[in-house]
Nanobody, 119 residues
Framework: QVQLVESGGGLVQAGGSLRLSCAAS????????MGWYRQAPGKQRELVTS???????NYADSVKGRFTISRENTKNTVYLQMNSLKPEDTAVYYC?????????????WGQGTQVTVSS
């Protein structure tokens, strides 16, 4: 199994920055893609960004140029640097990871961290 622990959420003014972290631990052979989804009140969960173990990244159009995802494979940790934050970025951010465990590849989720951007 894979446990994901997130940190770094909070309240920030529009134009400010936050950095989220997500560390994976547990019994797994490998972690492939890691990333972040977010869910705003009354909206569906949406993919924000992802990164493969090789470093290939993908971003939602709404965050391109403002958010940067990175990871440290030796620490099984992924980071999300969020700059130029906007009120519409307000949401609960969920880390996810695709882990190889007994039985095959499975997707695991963090508990979520609140990001609130005030105008």
């Amino acid at each position: 199994q894979v446990q994901l622990v997130e940190s770094g959420g909070g309240l920030v003014q529009a134009g400010g920055s936050l950095r989220l972290s997500c560390a994976a631990s547990g019994s797994f052979s490998s972690i492939a893609t890691m990333g972040w989804y977010r869910q705003a009140p009354g909206k569906q969960r949406e993919l924000v960004t992802s990164i493969t173990s090789g470093g290939t990244t993908n971003y939602a159009d709404s965050v391109k140029g403002r958010f940067t995802i990175s990871r440290e494979n030796t620490k099984n940790t992924v980071y999300l640097q969020m700059n130029s934050l906007k009120p519409e970025d307000t949401a609960v951010y969920y880390c996810y990871a695709n882990g190889l465990v007994v039985g095959g590849w499975r997707t695991y989720w963090g508990q979520g961290t609140q990001v609130t951007v005030s105008s």
